[in-house]
């Protein structure tokens, strides 16, 4: 593929609200990261996928958030019941290798606005 | 958590000048990534650092690694407008069974033509 793709761009939320946000990889890779990223912070691991086997979810900040790559390529971040604290920038990421912290390509991310 | 810092938190120059970011963690690595984040691209990977490597060249850009300091440093030479963006270091560490990459919080450097 061209590249990792994410939608929607821009979610506006109401609090208490469930949202889905998705992922496309780029094909073949086999690696798939979520990041939450702040205003004017580095972005903060969520979670780690190796084909469909979520082998890292350390970085979910509650149960409220959940992920899932069924059939290893496309994913879907979901954060339920959603709080003001959840508004971030939402980052996906991908890469060829089974190894999680060789060279990751970014998705253009999706906002998420909680009110 | 965040693991590095970066420093300066922001830095402005003028094209043709060079840049100099910083980027001090607190654990062991396995190596180091320097990332460009921007309006119009998202974030980029722009080099990876091996922890017994000392120093990498990439077109205009160079990175040094210390580890007996727990620093890196970028230097981008004859800076362009284009330039202009949010730098982040990103450590590749052990957790658990995993690696993972844990973020510092960026330089923004804006390059005024």
């Known amino acids: 593929g061209a590249g990792v793709s994410q939608s929607p761009r821009y979610k506006v939320a109401k609090r208490g609200q469930d949202v889905a946000l998705r992922c496309d990889p780029i094909?073949?890779?086999?690696?798939l990261f979520w990041y939450q990223q702040a205003l004017g912070q580095g972005p903060e691991f969520l979670t780690y996928?190796?084909?469909?086997?979520?082998?890292?979810k350390s970085g979910l900040p509650s149960d409220r958030f959940f992920a899932e790559r069924p059939e290893g390529s496309v994913s879907t971040l979901k954060i339920q019941r959603t709080q003001q604290e959840d508004s971030a920038v939402y980052l996906c990421?991908?890469?060829?290798?089974?190894?999680?912290?060789?060279?990751?390509?970014f998705g253009p991310g999706t906002r998420l606005t909680v009110t | 958590s965040q693991q590095g810092e970066e420093d300066p938190q922001a830095l402005s120059i003028q094209e043709g000048e060079n840049a100099t970011m910083n980027c001090s963690y607190k654990?062991?690595?396995?190596?180091l990534q320097w990332y460009r984040q921007n309006s119009g691209r998202g974030l980029v990977h722009l080099i990876l650092?091996?922890?017994n490597e000392r120093e990498k060249h990439s077109g205009r850009l160079r990175v040094t690694l210390d580890t007996s300091k727990k620093s890196s440093s970028l230097l981008i030479t004859a800076s362009r407008a284009a330039d202009t963006a949010s730098y982040f270091c990103?450590?590749?560490?052990?957790?658990?069974?995993?690696?993972?990459?844990?973020w510092g919080l960026g330089t923004s450097l804006a390059v005024n033509p």
């Open positions: 990103a450590t590749d560490v052990y957790a658990g069974n995993n690696r993972k990459l844990i």
């Open positions: 654990t062991s690595i396995n190596n």
């Open positions: 650092i091996r922890s």
């Open positions: 094909s073949g890779h086999v690696s």
């Open positions: 996928f190796q084909n469909e086997a979520q082998l890292d």
């Open positions: 990421a991908s890469s060829f290798s089974r190894r999680s912290s060789y060279e990751q390509y």
